[in-house]
């Protein structure tokens, strides 16, 4: 599992997770299109932004591998801003690439591309 140096582990100040310490023993959790629904609670709704803003300035428009990026936190993204570079693609994989849909994630989180490190 690639481990990525200078990515944040988690949003500053709460318990939203943003990378993972070790693989899971009993496997590699997948990576699933979660819905994000418009009565998030606001701090969901914080770390869904600085996760993204986190993955824009650690990785830009180039495709990356998920090594240790949180499967659950990536789920929130997946299909609409983050979305697979592989195919076929792989969502029980560390190895697995990944790109941001900058169109998407401009539109859906202006905030995390305006100000970035607001969330650091």
Do not use: C
């Not at 990356?64 to 929130?76: K, M, Q, T, V």
């Amino acid at each position: 599992m690639l481990k990525h140096r200078g990515f944040p582990g988690r949003l500053p100040g709460t318990d939203f997770q943003f990378t993972v310490r070790r693989p899971n023993p009993k496997g590699v959790t997948a990576i699933t299109a979660r819905e994000r629904f418009r009565d998030r609670r606001p701090p969901d709704r914080r770390a869904d932004a600085a996760f993204m803003a986190a993955l824009w300035t650690h990785f830009g428009d180039q495709p990356f591998e998920r090594g240790n990026l949180d499967a659950g936190r990536l789920s929130w993204l997946f299909g609409r801003e983050v979305l697979p570079y592989d195919d076929p693609f792989d969502p029980e994989s560390y190895e697995a690439l990944l790109v941001i849909d900058e169109t998407a994630a401009r539109a859906a989180f202006p905030e995390s591309f305006d100000n970035p490190g607001q969330w650091a």
